[in-house]
């Protein structure tokens, strides 16, 4: 039986701006995040990541530049005993119609199919509310964490519960996520 996490990028790995992260050197890992990813996936769990990435269309940085972060996170990763299975990214803006940028589902299909995974076994983590609400858009439980842009969410959410169908799990970040969702399956 295969289980799939899918994670955001920006603010759940990474830190986030709101100026967007537009190279190599911006790209730093938030705390604990890689060990967290290396825990899941010697855990057994595939990990998919499933990123908006509007600053391709806004011409702040490049595919190239997009590619290096990537294999920058895939080789740490793996320097450190983990595995990324998939990335998947929207370049498009969000009024470009696509479906791929969340809250639209496109990606979360895309790991879905590639990796094959059933959706009972599929679990998203965010920090935003378009994360969670792809996430229950496609039918998988939502996870968010405080990290990048998650306290926000969780003000917007108190403010306008009406914003997503079902219950969601707060955790204070990746790793605590991790910690928790791997202690529960041993």
């Known amino acids: 039986m295969t289980k799939l996490i899918i994670l955001d990028r920006d603010g759940v790995i990474n830190y986030d701006s709101d100026d967007y992260i537009k190279s190599l050197e911006e790209f730093k890992f938030i705390p ?12 057994g769990y595939q990990i998919g990541i499933a990123t908006n990435q509007s600053g391709i269309f806004r011409k702040y940085y490049s595919l190239k530049t997009l590619n290096q972060m990537h294999q920058s996170l895939i080789s740490t990763v793996k320097e ?34 590639d990796l094959n995974c059933s959706k009972h076994h599929i679990q998203m983590v965010g920090d935003s ?21 998650g306290l926000r969410s969780i003000e917007k959410l108190n403010r306008n519960p009406e914003l997503l169908d079902n219950p969601i799990q707060i955790f204070d970040d990746l790793y605590a996520f991790a910690v928790n969702l791997t202690s529960q399956s041993h």
């Open 129 to 149: 509310i378009t994360d969670l609400q792809a996430a229950q858009l496609f039918g998988i439980k939502s996870i968010l964490v405080r990290t990048g842009k």
């Open 80 to 113: 450190n005993g983990g595995s990324i299975h998939k990335i998947v990214y929207c370049p498009h803006g969000p009024d470009e119609k696509c479906d791929c940028r969340k809250p639209n589902t496109g990606m979360l299909k895309q790991l879905n199919q």
């Open 32 to 43: 604990r995040s890689i060990q967290a990813i290396c825990l899941l996936s010697k855990s």
